[in-house]
DNA sequence: CCTTTATGTGTAACCGGTTACACATAAAGT
DNA sequence: ACTTTATGTGTAACCGGTTACACATAAAGG
């Protein structure tokens, strides 16, 4: 491993002047610049992060925590926020939590220990009072909070469009599904929806599930056309759901949009993929990933004039499992 | 921040002797030992990573390299890979490197400059004079190679076996995807497919693309029916070309699998929830990435019998865009 | 009883950078 | 000509761990 001392020593100067020209600080004469930039060069040398990083007590590190990156919705939030931190020069230490809060933990740990100059997290469970002994910036992403500056997207809005669209479209009884409610967004979008049609003159019912995942998808699809035969609307708690339901409809031999519309949430990238293609609201994953990462290192930098939390606006996508006009 | 000094004053023994309790190495009183772990409870010690990566010139860290997590194959391997790097104590350091060779070196150093203990590299292009002055363990992922060690599906029974399936359930004129050029393991599964075809008595076409991603695959799409308007079967560069094919095909009013059968790869996840759901070559991209992390990790410990390359196995998923018996 | 050997603990060097501080010299100000 | 001030460079302390080595004591062996 080339090190400091060897440009030095190439160089014929000392590590200290080396690091000035490394850092470009302090007074360096022109031809020493010359030099240790030539002895650098020859040497292939590259300055080791970690010792830097044990001076500053500070890396070029940022903790990313997602529930779990196999859920269609977090990669484009992930490379919202791994492209904009990378644009400042920072790179991405990942970790998925699951539903575990010990993972959760662990992981925090982990990146206290690694010296990250802040973290961004997109999990369900927050324990306030580790991340509190903490001290680390923390931005917490598809997620509120009082405690912490946040960047989420307006659910409540998003639940409330969806409901306001499915009625305009002639909806008579639309089945709402309520997420897990231990995911705050989830339960979020819901109570939009319900707040709308409840002021409205339409019948609903609301189908709980515990989950998003893929494999508990379809299940929830049977279920609702087991209890709910003749729902002429489904409000669905997210796209994988939206298109499980979608695809069970279908399999009843139902027409789709003609005996029953559906809406998702999320706009994942496949949801334009379906058939027919998914009619949903769309939350603006990459750009709420990017969001997030320029508050968090406008708060590592202390920018003056930092917002406290971003809320970014949601937009219905008019696809065909819904009906036109 | 609390330090080992802290921890060894706090005990009233020297930081040496913390570091032995920590580490549980050297001779350790067991009534000194009990000090000690009092003192790292009591002041909510834990040790900094960084100093022991410095001294050790060796961190916990693995760097993983991805074309793009946002292309839905990668999550699961990605998943794989973290799982069972977690399993070994170690972390991920992620990173994108998209098409861009600049961003792959870019990547390549910050891994070394944090002293990551090896790194797994999904991407396309490598350069291996590079790669080779690096001296860090590596194993490439999705992808083979003669210098390093590999974990990779295998293409070209894939490529095959979607022919194969095609012909048995009579297609007469194929077409077939061929992926983007530089992309290695399209290129063996449309080899796959091409040498079977060719000792059988069928047609069939080859329609050329350059990439995978969402935003084009609509447009092989309408290419594809464009120019081979009569064609039966369709192998799919990939699963979301192949959803993107199975949609138009619906939209130009075809019947699947009766007019027109597809068989995709990949199998994403999303597969099953397209309508008629996707016929496709399963890669298994969790395991993969488990394989990829348990090689390294291997090689890291130095353990004897490590093997060189993994080939995995594909598999045929029949859902519902090819015709069955 | 004396020499080994095992056990327990502390001191200080080390990892590879950064930077406070000292020192030297040149340029500028009075 | 003499003090400031700006510029350029090196020495060594420091960051928070790990470990080689020295040293002390106790147990075991002859």
């Known amino acids: 491993m080339v090190t400091i001392k060897d440009v030095a020593q190439e160089a014929g100067v000392s590590v200290a002047t080396v690091s000035r020209v490394l850092n470009d600080n302090g007074y360096v004469g022109s031809e020493t610049r010359e030099k240790v930039m030539k002895a650098i060069t020859k040497l292939k040398y590259s300055p080791n992060e970690v010792a830097r990083s044990l001076y ?18 977090f990669p484009q939030l992930a490379r919202g926020v791994e492209d904009e931190v990378n644009r400042a020069g920072y790179r991405l230490l990942l970790g998925n939590s699951d539903e575990s809060i010990q993972k959760e933990l662990d992981y925090i ?3 206290a220990q690694n010296n990250v100059v802040g973290m961004i997290s997109a999990t369900n469970y927050l324990d306030h009072e580790l991340y509190e002994a903490l001290a680390l910036p923390l931005v917490l992403l598809d997620r509120t909070s009082e405690d912490y500056p946040a960047v989420y997207a307006d659910g409540r809005e998003g639940g409330r469009i969806a409901a306001k669209a499915l009625v305009e479209k002639g909806a008579k009884r639309i089945t709402v599904m309520k997420g897990p409610s231990h995911i705050k967004p989830a339960q979020d979008r819901f109570r939009g929806a319900i707040e709308y ?22 299940g929830w699809a049977e279920e609702l056309f087991d209890k709910y035969a003749d729902t002429d609307a489904v409000i669905a708690s997210n796209d994988i759901v939206g298109i499980a339901i979608l695809h069970e409809a279908l399999r009843l031999g139902k027409q789709i949009p003609e005996d029953v519309q559906i809406i998702g949430y999320d706009d994942i990238p496949q949801s334009s993929l379906s058939y027919p293609t998914l009619s949903t609201i769309r939350q603006p994953a990459y750009e709420m990933g990017k969001q997030a990462a320029k508050l968090l290192i ?21 696809r065909n499992t819904t009906r036109k006009g």
């Not at 409840?198 to 379809?218: K, L």
């Not at 406008?298 to 008019?318: A, D, F, G, M, T």
């Open 56 to 73: 500053k007590r500070e890396s070029r590190l940022i903790g990313l925590l997602l529930p779990d990156i196999t859920n269609p919705f």
């Open 197 to 218: 049609l409840s002021q409205e003159e339409v019948d609903f019912s609301v189908m709980s599930t515990t989950s998003y995942s893929f494999e508990d998808a379809r």
């Open 298 to 318: 406008n708060i590592i930098r202390k920018e003056q004039e930092v917002e406290r939390s971003i809320q970014l606006p949601v937009e219905l996508i008019e």
């Open 109 to 111: 740990q982990t990146f």
